[in-house]
């Protein structure tokens, strides 16, 4: 990975941040910071991005979070956001550096309904829901599921056509409760190219699945 910026050992970065990510859970851990930033890249040159601030946060978005709650504390939010910004200081980023990755961090949670209002963020935001869509998508919700605990799908309507998903309680049901709502809240033009390319795989897999459940095909 090459940050944009003359100098910059981002080898000795990787090594800094990497444990930052220990105790996450399976599907947030350093390998999925490491597509975020991919992904991040990969938009933010198409679309113009500051790619110092894009690719930093991407690599930091989920540093320190350890297991994804249903409600994280604030006092546990603010915590990670000063560990974060005291790596980008021994880094010797520049002050409004460090606010735009902040910020952009702070903002790309799909749970907290932040909307994004600089490239940045919007490059974030988009890096980070494609991960959770395509095969990686199918693979992390799966991985997630099986951590928790959860049942595959409801063996009465597997695939919600006849009441409301509750991926509490049933891991398939998180395609219908958020993943397949993701291609349409892409902000970027390049996300939703990428987004509904990676869509195409989640319906079609549906299908697939579908046919496997019903007839046995």
């Known amino acids: 990975m090459n940050f944009p910026e003359d100098g910059f050992d ?3 970065l990787l090594e800094e941040v990497m444990p930052l990510y220990e105790g996450n859970d399976p599907a947030h851990d350093f390998s999925h910071a490491l597509r975020v930033c991919r992904n991040a890249r990969l938009i933010g040159e198409e679309e113009g991005a ?22 994280r504390r604030a006092d546990a939010e603010a915590g990670k956001l000063a560990a974060l910004e005291d790596l980008l200081k021994r880094r010797d980023m520049p ?14 949670s799909f749970s907290k309904g932040m909307n994004p209002e600089t490239m940045e963020e919007m490059v974030l935001q988009d890096a980070d829901r494609l991960d959770a869509i ?41 395609f219908y409760r958020k993943l397949l709502k993701l291609e349409d809240g892409m902000h970027t033009e390049a996300g939703r190219r990428l987004a509904r390319r990676r ?15 019903s007839k046995g095909i």
Do not use: Q
């Open 10 to 12: 981002d080898n000795s």
């Open 50 to 71: 500051d790619l110092r601030v894009a690719l930093l946060a991407a690599l930091l978005h989920d540093a320190g979070s350890g297991p994804k709650l249903p409600k």
């Open 95 to 108: 002050e409004d550096v460090r606010g735009r990755v902040l910020r952009a961090v702070e903002t790309h």
């Open 134 to 174: 395509g095969a990686i998508g199918i693979a992390r919700v799966f991985l997630t599921g099986g951590a928790l605990g959860r049942p595959l799908y409801n063996p009465e309507d597997p695939f919600c056509r006849k009441r409301e998903p509750d991926d509490g309680r049933w891991n398939l049901d998180h």
């Open 199 to 213: 869509g195409a795989v989640l319906r079609r897999y549906l299908m697939d699945l579908e046919d496997e459940i």
